[in-house]
């Protein structure tokens, strides 16, 4: 089994910063694909930015210029700098790992949610 525990996060004002970062924990041969994703409410939940194995980013239009994933392959993390930030970032924040099991399973985990509030 792998647990993604996520941390930061909380409130932030327009204009400014936030980090968050999730840590994989369990039987991890190897992660694959890392990403965050958000839900705001009311809406579906999407992707904000990923990041694979050898450090190629992706980001969403929304958050692009404004917003860094990186990750340390041998600490298991995965992290998110967000600057610039605006109310419309306001959403829960969720990591995602494509994990590689010593089983050689691979399996798509998710972390719990972290709550980012940006006030106007």
């Known amino acids: 089994q792998v647990q993604l525990v996520e941390s930061g996060g909380g409130l932030g004002q327009t204009g400014g910063s936030l980090g968050l970062s999730c840590a994989a924990s369990?039987?991890?041969?190897?992660?694959?694909?890392m990403a965050w994703y958000r839900q705001a409410p009311g809406k579906q939940r999407e992707v904000v930015a990923d990041?694979?194995?050898?450090?190629?980013?992706n980001y969403s239009d929304s958050v692009k210029g404004r917003f860094t994933i990186s990750r340390d392959n041998a600490k298991n993390t995965v992290s998110l700098q967000m600057n610039s930030l605006k109310p419309e970032d306001t959403a829960v924040y969720y990591c995602?790992?494509?994990?590689?099991?010593?089983?050689?399973?691979?399996?798509?985990?998710w972390g719990q949610g972290t709550q980012v509030t940006v006030s106007s």
């Open positions: 990041i694979t194995r050898s450090g190629s980013t």
């Open positions: 369990g039987m991890i041969s190897r992660i694959n694909r």
């Open positions: 995602n790992a494509n994990v590689l099991s010593w089983s050689g399973s691979t399996t798509n985990y």
